[in-house]
């Protein structure tokens, strides 16, 4: 290695001992460190660009609840504008205007408020939005102004000509004020780039964090901010809301010195601790309160640019300093949005397909890229988050996540995971026992984000994402601990009338509402506990989670063919609309569709309501029934466009429905379904998603129903085959693997599959093993447009 | 040492190597400790009772502002009972009535709101008074009811008679629900003990956030409550008031379980997170909000008595279970009192006196007790405390105080800690560089609590401390970081009319009101950074703040003879009234007494007022001219009791104002004022302070006035010589050394010193220097009635 023999010598008589050793030392640990360079320079595979693919701005419009900025996949930053300011309640009362702004942004609306740091995709409900940005120049105004006037405010008009949208990167030129922004992020920073016109020789940033999505008059419990230098603020807000205890700290940097900055107070608190002696509201470094504004003031006369660093933390206005210094050191915008695409390719990547045409390919591309929206890092650069107890956690060996969307990621997303993702599958899956641990419940999340737990939906879904994982081999986790933590969760009486189910089979509805759709998740989720105690060799578990398992049946009307509420003294609720989505013991959903959903055992529920061929016939009907609007007029999270007779995709009780006819005598019943789903409940544009996002499980069922397969019971290694769109796809699977689909004779019209064929063996089922896509091999769809005999 | 060498034999067959070295290992680590262990005890030194002299009564009437409750020397928990719960301000204007609570015990009160954990002593703004617990029976209410109607809530009638407060113990019996109310601490855990009546079978246990000292509605931000388990309740309640960003954190246990809990919220923010799944009135664990009460019921109907450990951090929950278990992790309440009355006996038997009477030795050891109840000590066991910059920090190499009343304790509290405390003060002085480097203004503290820089009253005294710490030799601390800290907080432009001062040679009062004082105090302060840094050989800094110091002629008008405010145009203010409290540049003071505040420069403040003989009388006018009322009427902490003539014992400004006739021809004419002042503004009986006793203040110079010295100008090593009241004194200090103090023929009437007598020496001059404290050693006063001939 040495090769210079003379010169060897000469190091060793001129160094002592120790010197000699350190020198050999940092010489081995250069020649190891470029030796693994090479190594991780090789195992790079050739990445293709698919962000090109990708259309950030697909959702933003009507219910898809998208937005259009900047971040990376699973990023802590989502940084992306937000178009009005809605509030939550007004003086104390919901405001059913402001679902639309869930994820801050609608297409529709003409003005910009400004630019801000966090952002839910997809979500039915809403909060984040912290921390706004907006640049502006002229006087100087620190309220947002209206849509109607945004000259009354900072904000600013704007056209989708001149926006543009991509993974990693948002730009946009705001009108009122001739300065183009533009944004990227890594994990926990986004970078600014504001270019200001020629003629502001002094720019203004306003800073405000009494902006927020969901946002209301008492959302804003404090805000703590300090100029720590003239390119250097930090601080924190805390909010109450969705999250009813939420704090997120920052730290804001500028690539040029602050001119003047001040603040404005709009709370009435009494502080008293100045007394008097300084001038709080100009160039004053400690600003604290109920509800702040600020501005920061630049000379913008000959460079014409400001860059803002903006870095989050769960945990302090260190951790968020850190998080800056770690990530984006230095000041190359370009670079930034360079690696985010980078790292957006490597997660596009994983499938890669051949598309029937580009719109396909486009929306394709654009389900991984909402997929892979969250759940979100949570914690600092050092593994340091906070937990639910308020108290600050490590993460030793684990990336901490948020945001667990779980009444509908658990359907598809975290199977999904299962396949492209299971090493974060499982690194969400140990947050949520972390989770679990600091519960004062003694459970996992519901619908958990930021160290809360806002207990949304029903269910304790936690169980079949844990359970998928574990049957599916997915284990880098505490098997034990996670099977404990879902049993306890299961049995926690005062959580949503469990206590009832637990004594009576079932939730009575005079007790609590949506009995039955609180009845039929339970039984579902109870069956995967079933399943993973199984896997597990826990069979006093399996016993008696299959037990409650089969706690829908107590919920089964054989005289109406419905599930039904019953009452606590086992009668059945007299009155029963099996169409009306209100009062009837379901939750954003009909008796019609809400019916069906006992994903775990189809073939008892159809044997339960009739036997297969009239099971058939109900199904068929669901699709078809013609619907006076009324029916879903005023239910959250339906809208026309999910609708298909009396099925609504556009919301996830019915994401598995189409596959129920696998267990029918006419599985290719379900393929022009499915096609049908596809083609017109998927399309590009803004409006394209016929409903919520919802975290990424509306693109989940695309991605998987395109490949040509479902999971219709998370928690079993079975996926319901149905009809593929793409013509071609590889996987290629974190074990190295690759599992290859093809549609073969794919057209528009052949959308029936006359056959299966595994690794060249006929597929007798319609089903497809989860550990065969695992191993690699081929899966060939054979396409026809004729009825295919299937028995 | 192994004795019995066939046994060792055998143990050294039977082991293996390693399990012998671990058995060596443990032997010799038991061997050490229990040496250790000896040495400890031999070392301890035998300890009089003082705390019998102590009446924690004392100041809690009137003006004193002291609590009676438990709490150990420099304990983070001051447990104590609050009379009442009057607002600061009702509907956005100040309530002076709440300044009688500022400690929230009012002696006249005839009713016990409950018991809360923080209280400041002696202070006259204030703050805390977080976590009130109450023990009821009957019927449950939940708000504090009035003192008029105390049946209308759950306060308690009480009586002195049936009262008891002694150093660490406090007791009371509650008439209302006969009750029996007993507290004890330890430095970070208070310990409640609740004997229950005959007749209640379940009793409650109110615990109540929402209550606080100098409480206003929008104090409260936020509080978090976590019922752990049956016997642990966790949380924190966040506050701005004084302290505008605050957070105190809590951990509660039990020693028996709770049957049932409840809370209820007083506060109307929608929070929507719950989906009505759960009935949070009642038994749900999980708990936030802006305004909250609760209770928790026990079973009493034969186990009579309830205990409550309740453990604060400044950190965590997490650290407050750390602080509960650490420090008292068993139930045995006595010892507590026990361990608590031998800490205080520990730092009591620093100076053994032998008093005139009991009247005196109560009056003394209760200013020793005084004196020793701040700073608090503010950190978790394990170091850890939250900085002023809202981050966690850790204490490395010293104890982490809080609460710095430096207005007040600059001037002789410290000075005083500079003997007794020595190793205390110099952590204060690390605590004040910790609040230095985090503060972002880069100032060292002016008032600082809980993580909170108040800003109360003028000048930057921590230069003071740090100055009268580094001449005296006690350094153990960063001394170059130290000067530096201060001459950087000297010139913090923006503070207080600093740059005008720096730029004009005196604060200007057409620019901000109290200019003189501020201008005086400024200038002494720069004298004390000057000596500082002449002590530390830095002669540019030395130069440059004795220039400075001398900031004090400016503000003399030598027309009227008084200092008197300025103009920015160098004018003096033509109104002016050199009586008038208000308005006349001052800040609870008046031109009269105020104008004597230059400690640093006697000398040359009365050549400049005339000289000596001038000055001697205008200081016999002062303690003896004849004042109508209103002058001091409605003047901020100066009430009736603490004033002679127009000299305020009361107030600090003039505490150093007595001692000034050291520099006249006639010093003999201090020790009759001095002894006057000891004998008339201080007495025994709750309002035997005469003014408030501002965190020790007011009792340090008890106890060095006692002793026949006092500190005029903390930065010189000089004390001036008075009259002790003492016969004996013996300070027994931390370098082991002993200095004897004596009055010779010491009687009441006696009052006068005809010679001081130092190891032998009489001392020519009536000063004393601080390293012949130190050094050890003997001084004597010769005590006389009749006028001394002492020039």
């Given at each position: 290695?040495i090769k210079?023999?003379p010169?060897?010598?000469?190091i060793?008589s001129s160094?002592?001992?120790?010197r000699?050793?350190?020198?050999?030392c940092l010489?081995?640990?250069f020649?190891?460190?470029?030796?693994q360079?090479?190594?991780?320079?090789?195992?790079q595979?050739?990445?293709?660009?698919f962000?090109?693919?990708?259309d950030?701005?697909?959702g933003t419009?009507?219910m898809?609840h998208?937005?259009?900025?900047?971040t990376?996949?699973?990023g802590?930053?989502?940084?992306s504008?937000?178009t009005?300011?809605i509030?939550?309640?007004?003086?104390?009362?919901y405001?059913?205007?402001?679902?639309?702004y869930?994820?801050?942004?609608?297409?529709?609306?003409?003005?910009?408020?400004g630019?801000?740091?966090t952002?839910?995709?997809?979500?039915?409900?809403s909060?984040?939005?912290?921390?706004?940005l907006?640049?502006?120049?002229?006087e100087?105004?620190l309220n947002?102004?209206?849509?109607a006037?945004?000259?009354?405010g900072?904000r600013?008009?704007f056209?989708?000509?001149?926006?543009?949208?991509?993974?990693?990167?948002?730009?946009?030129?705001?009108?009122?004020?001739?300065?183009?922004a533009?944004m990227?992020?890594?994990?926990r920073?986004?970078?600014h780039?504001?270019?200001?016109?020629?003629d502001?020789?002094?720019?203004?940033?306003?800073f405000?964090p009494?902006h927020?999505i969901y946002?209301?008059?008492?959302?804003?419990?404090w805000?703590?901010?300090?100029v720590?230098n003239?390119?250097?603020v930090t601080?924190?807000?805390?909010t109450?809301?969705?999250?009813?205890?939420?704090?997120?700290y920052?730290?804001?940097?500028?690539?040029?010195?602050?001119l003047?900055?001040?603040?404005?107070?709009?709370?009435?608190?009494?502080?008293?601790?100045?007394?008097?002696k300084f001038?709080?509201s100009?160039?004053?470094?400690d600003?604290?309160?109920e509800k702040?504004?600020?501005?920061?003031d630049?000379?913008?006369?000959t460079?014409k640019e400001?860059q803002?660093?903006?870095a989050?933390?769960?945990?302090?206005?260190?951790?968020?300093?850190?998080?800056?210094?770690?990530e984006?050191?230095?000041?190359d915008?370009?670079r930034v949005?360079?690696?985010?695409?980078e790292?957006?390719?490597?997660?596009?990547?994983?499938?890669?397909?051949?598309p029937?045409?580009?719109?396909e390919?486009?929306?394709?591309?654009?389900?991984?890229?909402?997929?892979?929206?969250g759940?979100?890092e949570?914690m600092?650069v050092?593994g340091?988050?906070?937990?639910?107890d308020?108290n600050?956690?490590e993460?030793?060996?684990f990336?901490?996540?948020?945001?667990?969307?779980?009444?509908?990621t658990?359907?598809?997303?975290?199977?999904l995971?299962?396949?492209?993702?299971p090493k974060?599958n499982?690194d969400?899956?140990?947050?949520m026992?972390?989770?679990?641990?600091?519960?004062?419940h003694s459970m996992?999340?519901?619908w958990?984000?930021?160290a809360?737990?806002?207990?949304?939906m029903?269910?304790?879904?936690s169980?079949?994402?844990i359970?998928d994982?574990?049957?599916k081999?997915?284990?880098?986790?505490?098997?034990?601990?996670?099977l404990?933590?879902?049993t306890?969760?299961?049995?926690v009486?005062?959580?949503?009338?469990l206590?009832y189910?637990?004594?009576l089979?079932?939730v009575?509805?005079?007790?609590?509402?949506?009995?039955v759709?609180k009845?039929?998740?339970?039984?579902?989720?109870?069956?995967a506990?079933?399943?993973?105690?199984?896997k597990?060799g826990?069979n006093?578990?399996?016993?008696?989670?299959s037990?409650?398992?089969?706690?829908?049946?107590?919920?089964?009307?054989a005289k109406?063919g419905?599930?039904?509420?019953?009452?606590?003294?086992?009668r059945?609720k007299?009155?029963f609309?099996p169409?009306?989505?209100?009062?009837?013991g379901?939750?954003e959903?009909?008796?019609?569709n809400?019916?069906?959903y006992?994903?775990?055992?189809p073939?008892?529920?159809?044997e339960?309501?009739?036997g297969?061929?009239k099971?058939?016939?109900?199904l068929?009907?669901?699709?078809?029934?013609?619907?006076?609007?009324?029916?879903?007029?005023n239910?959250?999270?339906?809208?026309?466009?999910?609708?298909?007779g009396?099925?609504?995709?556009?919301n996830?009780?019915?994401h598995?429905v189409a596959y129920?006819?696998?267990?029918t005598?006419s599985?290719?019943k379900?393929h022009?379904?499915?096609?049908m789903?596809?083609?017109?409940?998927?399309?590009?544009g803004?409006?394209g998603?016929s409903?919520?996002?919802?975290f990424?499980?509306?693109?989940?069922w695309?991605?998987?129903?395109?490949m040509?397969?479902?999971?219709?019971?998370?928690?079993?290694?079975?996926?319901?085959l149905?009809?593929p769109?793409?013509?071609k796809?590889?996987i290629?699977?974190?074990?190295g693997?690759?599992?290859?689909?093809s549609?073969?004779?794919?057209?528009?019209?052949?959308?029936?599959?006359?056959?299966?064929?595994l690794?060249?063996?006929?597929?007798?089922?319609?089903f497809l093993?989860?550990?065969d896509?695992?191993?690699?091999?081929?899966?060939e769809?054979?396409?026809?447009?004729?009825?295919p005999n299937?028995?």
């Amino acid at each position: 290695m040495i090769k210079n023999l003379p010169a060897a010598r000469y190091i060793i008589s001129s160094l002592n001992f120790q010197r000699l050793f350190l020198f050999l030392c940092l010489y081995f640990a250069f020649v190891s460190i470029r030796a693994q360079e090479k190594i991780q320079e090789k195992e790079q595979p050739q990445l293709k660009d698919f962000t090109q693919f990708v259309d950030p701005m697909i959702g933003t419009a009507k219910m898809g609840h998208t937005y259009p900025g900047a971040t990376v996949p699973f990023g802590s930053v989502q940084l992306s504008p937000d178009t009005d300011t809605i509030p939550y309640a007004v003086n104390g009362r919901y405001n059913p205007e402001v679902y639309k702004y869930c994820a801050g942004y609608q297409y529709e609306d003409p003005t910009i408020v400004g630019f801000s740091h966090t952002h839910f995709s997809g979500t039915g409900h809403s909060d984040l939005g912290d921390f706004l940005l907006m640049p502006t120049t002229g006087e100087l105004q620190l309220n947002p102004g209206t849509e109607a006037h945004p000259e009354s405010g900072y904000r600013s008009r704007f056209s989708h000509d001149r926006e543009t949208a991509e993974p990693g990167y948002y730009s946009v030129m705001l009108d009122d004020y001739n300065i183009k922004a533009e944004m990227t992020a890594s994990t926990r920073v986004g970078i600014h780039r504001y270019s200001f016109p020629e003629d502001a020789a002094v720019s203004h940033l306003i800073f405000d964090p009494m902006h927020g999505i969901y946002n209301y008059d008492g959302k804003n419990v404090w805000t703590f901010v300090r100029v720590e230098n003239d390119t250097l603020v930090t601080g924190y807000r805390q909010t109450t809301g969705w999250a009813r205890t939420r704090t997120v700290y920052f730290a804001m940097a500028f690539d040029k010195p602050i001119l003047e900055y001040g603040r404005e107070q709009y709370d009435n608190r009494p502080y008293n601790g100045f007394w008097r002696k300084f001038d709080q509201s100009k160039n004053f470094p400690d600003i604290a309160g109920e509800k702040i504004r600020m501005y920061f003031d630049f000379d913008t006369k000959t460079d014409k640019e400001l860059q803002v660093k903006f870095a989050l933390s769960p945990v302090s206005t260190r951790g968020a300093v850190e998080n800056l210094k770690t990530e984006i050191p230095h000041w190359d915008f370009d670079r930034v949005k360079k690696e985010a695409r980078e790292l957006w390719n490597r997660e596009l990547n994983k499938i890669d397909i051949e598309p029937a045409g580009k719109q396909e390919k486009i929306n394709f591309y654009t389900a991984m890229y909402h997929s892979f929206l969250g759940p979100t890092e949570y914690m600092d650069v050092d593994g340091q988050y906070k937990g639910l107890d308020q108290n600050i956690h490590e993460a030793k060996d684990f990336v901490n996540y948020t945001s667990f969307s779980l009444w509908d990621t658990y359907r598809a997303l975290h199977p999904l995971f299962n396949i492209v993702q299971p090493k974060r599958n499982a690194d969400m899956i140990k947050s949520m026992l972390a989770h679990y641990d600091q519960s004062v419940h003694s459970m996992l999340p519901i619908w958990s984000h930021y160290a809360n737990e806002n207990w949304c939906m029903i269910g304790y879904h936690s169980a079949s994402v844990i359970a998928d994982a574990i049957v599916k081999n997915n284990v880098d986790f505490d098997t034990g601990r996670a099977l404990e933590a879902m049993t306890t969760t299961a049995k926690v009486g005062y959580y949503d009338a469990l206590q009832y189910y637990m004594d009576l089979g079932y939730v009575p509805e005079d007790k609590n509402r949506a009995s039955v759709s609180k009845t039929l998740e339970y039984a579902y989720d109870d069956w995967a506990i079933a399943q993973a105690a199984k896997k597990l060799g826990e069979n006093a578990i399996f016993e008696e989670f299959s037990e409650r398992a089969k706690n829908y049946r107590n919920v089964f009307d054989a005289k109406s063919g419905f599930m039904r509420p019953r009452l606590s003294d086992g009668r059945f609720k007299k009155e029963f609309d099996p169409l009306d989505t209100h009062g009837q013991g379901f939750i954003e959903g009909n008796a019609w569709n809400y019916s069906l959903y006992v994903p775990h055992a189809p073939a008892e529920m159809i044997e339960l309501m009739g036997g297969k061929e009239k099971f058939e016939q109900r199904l068929d009907s669901l699709f078809t029934m013609e619907l006076p609007d009324a029916y879903f007029a005023n239910t959250e999270d339906i809208s026309r466009e999910g609708i298909i007779g009396n099925y609504v995709h556009g919301n996830e009780p019915s994401h598995h429905v189409a596959y129920l006819y696998n267990w029918t005598n006419s599985p290719w019943k379900a393929h022009d379904k499915i096609r049908m789903i596809l083609r017109d409940k998927y399309k590009t544009g803004p409006d394209g998603l016929s409903g919520n996002d919802d975290f990424g499980q509306m693109s989940a069922w695309y991605i998987f129903s395109s490949m040509g397969f479902y999971p219709v019971a998370p928690g079993s290694t079975k996926y319901a085959l149905g009809s593929p769109s793409l013509n071609k796809a590889v996987i290629h699977l974190e074990n190295g693997n690759l599992f290859l689909i093809s549609a073969i004779n794919q057209t528009k019209e052949n959308v029936y599959v006359e056959k299966t064929v595994l690794n060249g063996k006929i597929l007798k089922d319609p089903f497809l093993d989860h550990h065969d896509i695992m191993k690699g091999g081929k899966l060939e769809f054979y396409m026809t447009s004729k009825i295919p005999n299937l028995n």
